[in-house]
């Protein structure tokens, strides 16, 4: 599964949702879908503002995890 951390890297560059969706040019509750992990797809080019406005990299934001299969 993919986790999404965006709320953790905005933390630490102290930046709200709000400043973030301007300056990434998407909607606020386009960036709370992302935020939360429901999106069910990013494109390169949101990816990309992302990364650039927080000056980080992809797997800053995005981190795998195997899922249990045993399910726990």
């Not at 935020?35 to 494109?43: L, Y």
């Not at 390169?44 to 249990?68: G, H, W």
């Amino acid at each position: 599964m993919i986790i999404v951390n965006l709320d953790v890297m905005m933390a630490k560059r102290k930046i709200s949702s709000g400043e973030l969706a301007k300056r990434i040019e998407i909607t606020p509750a386009n960036l709370s879908i992302l935020k939360t992990g429901k999106a069910k797809a990013i494109r390169f080019s949101t990816l990309e503002k992302l990364c650039e406005v927080l000056d980080c990299q992809p797997a800053d934001i995005l981190e795998y995890r195997k899922e249990d299969t045993n399910g726990q």
